[in-house]
């Protein structure tokens, strides 16, 4: 009883708070333009400079190589000492009772940390601005609103979280990714640095994702419609996020914008199902997070991209006012969370994943590595095995990989692990079901690694990692005509292009072979072991690719030999940048020489110099059109000539 007598004591004085967004905007010239990203630079460092409630760092770099911007705002008292609540912070998610314990008490007096992420779609410009709006608001007003700002609350803002786009006025990155759409895969710098110096240093209460557009009049504000992701509490989240949004409606409703809240408008279509959004990905770190679209902006109608920023700026701030307002609950709701995920989720999930390393264990020793390596980066704890250990009738050796689900990332954990979930609606159902985005993920299977959950408890000797640690790459046997690698890894892939590259030789075999017992199956590569530069490149990169080689005889199986692919990989109207980036990516990844071509080099025959020509998904009655039977004729000469085509998904696969 007394504790409860505490949170409504400190429920109580939170009351006092003013509890009316009002703050004006800077004036600016009309019509108001988007900032250039260019500035941002000159306009951060100038509000530094002269606030001292303000911190600029440069995080790190996009794709393209531009400075990405956070931005922190608090009390001149809390700035200097940010280490000590990011401390807390990382107590709250892995002691979350102490946390409890320590705000209760008065021990630690609580700062709601809020984190604004603007224009993760750098064509969507309004919120950058509206973030540049907050900070000089913050910087140098004095109003009670900024003042209780200052006193509850730590601001923390992405102030452009895709330069790139921003700089070319497009959604994407400069390797053409949608970065709302890379959360849980993380595959680039920008949304590896939001996880990073973000989601696990801050583990923020709330995430507001600033978005566009929507209609000229009217804005968008989650939370979402069903299906809710079973590996997130939703329960607890929707407290605080309906409430929330409906302070945010009130706001903008001042300004005659009307708002769209999913949750209480939509029976379908925007759900929050996938962990790939900044908020839903923010869920799994018990965050509030809520994506807020703004009205449209249209250069022949004056004072649109004003009113544009306007509404990101006034949501922006109910949201904050909502959230100092109800911080003590909202934080409670944040530590229940961790507390359930120490709890597996109140049981919902496994007792544990097992990721063996054992190549007689696992299909992908590399890849279950890099899986391993992938959980800790998004924060999940991961132990080793110290010693052999049985479940069932299996015996797992030492160096095998554990995933306890009594943590307090369990549900991010189970998120990346699981087998998913049948999400067709039963028949009966009567409404049409679609999803808003991709729905369906599983980094096992399409990472090719064997992760066995258990359900029941066993025992076992094991100890926390921070980094799993590759099988050590070795040359075995003792054969002197060839060295044999399995083309069974991406890493295979990877160091037969480098070889290529190297001009050293490779081939290719044509059926299965047997050398001392080991059956090496149809598509192995040998490389003649015969020059000393040979055998160095290889075994240097044995090492570096972490594979093991095998030394052979002269063995008596059909072979050809392997040349380096020149890859046309096409971009033009028609064809979807997230498909081409992708594919660009990936190639390239792999080591592949991949040029990029459009519709007008097909034309002038200029495939006739590749092995292969890529056309990626898009739509395909563009892509007829513009490469025109010229075009099209060109292809059908290409793939007669011996050259492959690989078209795929609507656009280069159904060409016709």
Not at 3 to 19: D, G, Y
Not at 129 to 135: G, K, M, R, T
Not at 590 to 598: A, E, R
């Amino acid at each position: 009883m007394g504790k409860n007598k505490t949170w409504i004591m400190l429920a109580f004085l939170l009351v006092l708070l003013p509890t009316v967004v009002c703050c004006p905007l800077q004036a600016y010239a009309e019509p108001r333009e988007f900032t250039p990203y260019q500035e941002l630079g000159r306009i951060l460092t100038e509000i530094a400079e002269t606030s001292n409630r303000v911190k600029v760092e440069i995080i790190g770099q996009s794709a393209g190589g531009n400075d990405i911007y956070l931005v922190t705002i608090a009390s001149p008292h809390v700035l200097n000492r940010l280490s000590y609540y990011k401390w807390f912070a990382q107590l709250t998610v892995n002691y979350p009772e102490k946390a409890r314990w320590l705000v209760e008490k008065g021990i630690v007096n609580y700062k709601a940390t809020i984190y604004i992420h603007g224009s993760i779609h750098g064509n969507e410009m309004a919120g950058t601005d509206a973030c540049l709006d907050i900070i000089r608001l913050l910087a140098y007003d004095n109003s009670n609103l900024v003042q209780a700002v200052l006193e509850n609350a730590i601001i923390i803002i992405n102030v452009c979280a895709n330069p790139d786009g921003r700089i070319a006025n497009r959604r994407h990155n400069d390797n053409y990714f949608d970065l709302n759409r890379d959360f849980i895969t993380a595959s680039q710098p920008e949304t590896q640095l939001t996880i990073q110096k973000v989601f696990l240093e801050w583990t923020p209460l709330v995430t507001l994702d600033l978005h566009g557009y929507m209609g000229p009049d009217w804005v968008l504000i989650e939370p979402c419609t069903p299906p809710h992701n079973p590996n997130t509490e939703f329960d607890i989240l929707i407290e605080h996020l309906y409430p929330m949004a409906l302070e945010m409606e009130a706001a903008l409703a001042t300004i005659n914008i009307s708002t769209v809240i999913p949750y209480r408008d939509w029976l379908a279509e925007w759900d929050d199902y996938p962990p790939i959004f900044t908020p839903m990905y923010g869920f799994y770190h018990a965050s509030y997070g809520i994506t807020f679209e703004t009205t449209r902006p249209d250069p022949k109608r004056e004072g649109s991209v004003e009113t544009s920023i306007k509404c990101h700026y006034l949501g922006s701030l109910a949201a904050i006012n909502y959230t100092i307002n109800h911080k003590y609950e909202m934080f409670w709701g944040q530590t229940e969370i961790f507390l359930r995920g120490i709890n597996r989720g109140n049981g919902r999930f496994p007792y544990a994943y097992i990721i063996p390393v054992d190549p007689k264990l696992q299909a992908d020793p590399l890849e279950a590595v890099d899986l391993v390596n992938h959980l800790i980066f998004h924060g999940v704890r991961v132990h080793e095995a110290t010693h052999p250990f049985k479940v069932g009738k299996t015996v797992y050796p030492k160096g095998t990989y554990v995933v306890l689900m009594n943590q307090p990332r369990s549900g991010l954990a189970n998120t990346i692990l699981w087998d998913g979930e049948n999400l067709s609606p039963p028949p009966d159902y009567g409404l049409d079901y679609p999803m808003y985005d991709i729905s369906g993920w599983n980094f096992p299977e399409l990472w090719g690694v064997t992760v066995i959950p258990v359900h029941q408890k066993f025992h076992a000797c094991l100890k926390p990692i921070k980094r799993a640690d590759y099988l050590k790459g070795e040359i075995v046997g003792s054969g002197d005509c060839y060295f044999v690698l399995k083309d069974n890894t991406n890493n295979a892939v990877k160091m037969v292009n480098r070889l290529l590259a190297e001009g050293i030789a490779v081939y290719w075999t044509t059926e299965p072979f047997t050398w001392c017992g080991t059956r090496f199956e149809i598509g192995t590569f040998l490389i003649p072991a015969k020059e000393f530069r040979t055998k160095w490149i290889v075994y240097k990169m044995a090492k570096e690719f972490h594979l093991t080689l095998y030394r052979v005889g002269n063995v008596k199986v059909g072979m050809r030999l392997l040349r380096e692919p020149k890859v046309a990989l096409v971009l033009d109207s028609g064809i979807d940048r997230t498909s081409y980036g992708a594919a660009n990516f990936v190639l390239k990844n792999l080591g592949f020489n991949v040029n990029t071509i459009n519709y007008a080099a097909i034309k002038q025959g200029a495939i006739q110099n590749y092995d292969i020509v890529i056309v990626p998904d898009g739509t395909n009655t563009t892509i007829a059109r513009r490469l025109g039977s010229e075009g099209l004729q060109k292809l059908i000469e290409f793939v007669k000539a011996g050259g492959t085509y690989l078209g795929y998904g609507e656009g280069g696969g159904s060409i016709e």
